[in-house]
């Protein structure tokens, strides 16, 4: 006989988890579905240990901007206990702890790889080979992430590259590491393996942080070139081979670039290829396209609400406080449609809104500080809209100067012409990050500036910024 439930998650990472705590608290009973660790890649191998690695070189490098506190820096980073430290903050790849705030919050966990088998059954299979069966009265919420994109390159299987993972769990740091891809785990990782004195080679086809504002990049290359990176822009590999020097990469312009170690961080994919689609009329490996309530479009007996995808899985936004966000929504809308309850436009949590789409923050944690939020100029523009951007150096701000002797940085604004809103905020810069969520309550509150204006930033702080955006801007119009 199935065990049933109300609900079944698959997956249970920090998505997955609040989609079954939200749901569990309205009322309904919950399995979740896990074959790795409970936890989830944020927890074990992306944000969290990617951010305790790079935080010691961050600090180091604010310690040195200051006079005072730089003569007093005799030492370069000790590799071991930064590893040391972010071993702690995974918990030595130790779930258990995770795995009891499940039994607290009165979730049931299903060890193993599940697949849907039909329409609200789920088979799950365990490590030995036993499998268990699972029904849902109500819903199945697939939270299965996104994994590393090995893109089709000659030689690249062969030669075992890093992805994100191995990177983010090295026990120690080569002497040497290529790094595939400009994005934001590319820029991440430079940054933190050159602060390990790790002689770090970054070639990216695409130029670096390409979806952001260009003044992004530029100024976080320009870092990455004065701490001993090599940045190699503009170029694509044409193969890859490993050999006694490690992995040479012989790029399309004749060069070839040799490195103990190579990265691969060139984009995602969703972790659908084994999850059972079929039997429900969709396509293994493809992203899951859902409706403003996570729904999952084109399922088998579609008109019945069943299937929902949470998170990195339906590409909408592929940040985990963005699928943490979403999760809610799922959480409360799957508990509302189980009591046949109205699923409409009241409640916050019954609907993700723009904040899931057209203003979505992101920091990126390189040396400068990259924090984002909505629409770019370019953006905005491409969407049709009639838009102003004003810009402003942020190291002429007194905030700023205090901050870091030399601050180096620079802060835009997009705003609405036709209704006086903000559509996307940038910053970038030493400690930026800070300035990211009054950023975003503007733009996802629609403040006018009219309002703004009113908002008075604290004397002497980086916040400052606000105030001189305001005035390059100009009194708003009535």
């Avoid at 694509?236 to 490195?259: H, K, M, Q, Y």
């Amino acid at each position: 006989m199935p065990d049933i439930y109300d609900l079944i998650v698959i997956g249970a990472g920090p998505v997955g988890e609040n989609v079954a705590d939200y749901a569990h608290q309205r009322g309904l009973s919950v399995a979740i579905v896990e074959r790795e660790l409970v936890g989830g890649e944020c927890s074990y191998w992306a944000c969290i240990p990617s951010k305790a690695m790079l935080l010691p070189g961050l600090t180091l490098e604010s310690a040195r901007r200051v006079q005072g506190a730089a003569q007093a820096v005799t030492g370069d980073l000790d590799v071991a206990a930064v590893l040391k430290r972010r071993d702690s903050f995974v918990q030595n790849w130790d779930d258990s702890g995770q795995v009891e705030w499940l039994d607290g919050a009165g979730i049931s966990l299903v060890r193993g790889h599940g697949r849907i088998t039909g329409v609200r059954t789920v088979s799950v299979t365990a490590g030995d080979g036993s499998v268990t069966e699972l029904t849902a009265t109500h819903a199945v919420a697939v939270s299965t992430g996104s994994a590393a994109l090995l893109p089709d390159i000659p030689g690249l299987s062969d030669v075992d590259p890093w992805t994100s993972r191995e990177a983010t769990e090295a026990k120690s740091a080569p002497e040497s590491l290529a790094i595939l891809g400009g994005g934001v785990v590319g820029a991440e990782m430079a940054t933190a393996y050159t602060s390990f004195g790790t002689k770090v080679t970054l070639l990216a086809r695409s130029g670096l942080l390409g979806g952001m504002e260009p003044f992004a990049g530029e100024l976080v290359a320009g870092q990455l070139e004065k701490s001993g990176a090599v940045l190699e822009l503009g170029v694509s590999p044409r193969s890859v081979s490993r050999g006694d020097a490690g992995v040479s990469i012989e790029l399309e312009n004749g060069r070839t670039v040799v490195a103990a170690e190579l990265l691969v961080a060139t984009g995602r994919t969703p972790r659908t290829d084994d999850l059972g689609l079929a039997s429900v009329g969709l396509t293994d490996g493809d992203w899951l396209e859902v409706d403003d309530t996570l729904l999952v479009r084109g399922a088998t007996n579609d008109d019945s609400p069943w299937l929902y995808a949470v998170g990195d899985v339906n590409h909408r936004a592929l940040l985990t406080h963005q699928g943490k966000y979403q999760a809610r929504a799922a959480g409360e809308v799957i508990a509302a449609r189980a009591r046949s309850r109205a699923v409409d436009d009241g409640p916050w949590g019954l609907h993700v809104a723009s904040a899931d789409t057209a203003a979505v923050p992101q920091v990126t944690f390189t040396d400068p500080e990259v924090a984002s939020v909505g629409l770019t100029e370019k953006a905005a523009r491409a969407a049709g809209r009639r838009v102003r951007a004003v810009e402003y150096d942020l190291g002429s701000v007194s905030g700023a100067a205090l901050q870091a002797d030399g601050y180096s940085g620079r802060a835009k604004l997009v705003v609405d012409e036709d209704r006086q809103v903000l559509l996307g905020a940038t910053f970038v810069g030493q400690d930026v990050s800070e300035l990211l969520h009054s950023a975003t309550i503007a733009v996802v509150g629609e403040v006018s500036l009219r309002r703004l204006w009113h908002a008075v930033p604290s004397y002497p702080t980086i916040s400052e910024i606000w105030l001189r955006l305001l005035e390059t801007y100009g009194r708003p119009s009535e």
